[in-house]
């Protein structure tokens, strides 16, 4: 059973950065992607990024360019950074796998971490 | 971005009721369709992929179907542990999209 462990803080001042760990517990890292979403009771669930555990990211355009996504194979972690936040970057945010399908698409989020909820707020 | 809307926002029934609900992407996206339950306060679990292959675990009295533009989540005989919230997400093509979800009371 996989399991994703994330943190980051909770409280944010607009301008600041957010910076987000997700760590997988049991479970192989190599061979999945890792995703951020977040949720919003006004935009319900909202795709942030992805990433290989080669490191190869894929961003919402939404996010451009505030966003990074990066991964510590040696840690079997990955993160998110989100700059210059406002409110409207107040939400739950969450980690999840994508495993890779036999014929390498990515399909589906099958493992989430326990989601982080962030407020940004002055 | 590939909008995808769901219907009904809320739906409220009774155990032992038959619950459908419907997503409808803004094109096409052929079979690559999720289904998530999420109850309050946790994260959303992977209830069904592809349009119609239940996640291990997911018990058989929820079915799914469609393809192209129009899907359906259906339940056969509602449980009072099915209360949740249900989302409805494509994979076809970046960025990911979500319905805005069904609160199934």
């Known amino acids: 059973q996989v399991e994703l462990r994330q943190w980051g803080p909770g409280l944010l001042k607009p301008s600041e950065t957010l910076s987000l760990t997700c760590a997988v517990y049991?479970?192989?890292?190599?061979?999945?992607?890792w995703t951020w979403i977040r949720q919003t009771p006004e935009k319900g669930l909202e795709w942030i990024g992805e990433?290989?555990?080669?490191?190869?990211?894929n961003y919402n355009p939404s996010f451009k360019p505030r966003v990074t996504i990066s991964v510590d194979r040696s840690k079997n972690q990955f993160s998110l950074k989100l700059t210059s936040v406002t409110a409207g970057d107040t939400a739950t945010y969450y980690c999840?796998?994508?495993?890779?399908?036999?014929?390498?698409?990515?399909?589906?989020?099958?493992?989430w971490g326990r989601g982080t909820p962030v407020l940004v707020s002055s | 971005d590939i909008q995808m809307t769901q219907s009904p926002s809320s739906l409220s029934a009774s155990v032992g009721d038959r619950v459908t609900i419907t997503c409808r992407a803004s094109?096409?996206?052929?079979?690559?369709l999720n289904w998530y339950q999420q109850k309050p306060g946790k994260a959303p679990k992977l209830l069904i992929h592809s349009v119609s292959t239940l996640q291990s675990g997911v018990p058989s009295r929820f079915i799914a179907s469609g393809s192209g533009t129009d899907f359906t989540l259906t339940i056969s005989s509602l449980q009072a542990e099915d209360c949740a919230t249900y989302h409805c997400?494509?994979?076809?093509?970046?960025?990911?999209?979500f319905g805005q979800g069904t609160n199934l009371e």
């Open positions: 997400q494509q994979s076809y093509t970046k960025p990911r999209t």
């Open positions: 999840a796998r994508i495993p890779v399908a036999t014929g390498g698409e990515l399909l589906y989020l099958d493992y």
């Open positions: 094109q096409n996206i052929s079979h690559y």
């Open positions: 049991v479970g192989s890292f190599s061979g999945n992607y």
């Open positions: 990433i290989s555990h080669g490191g190869s990211a």
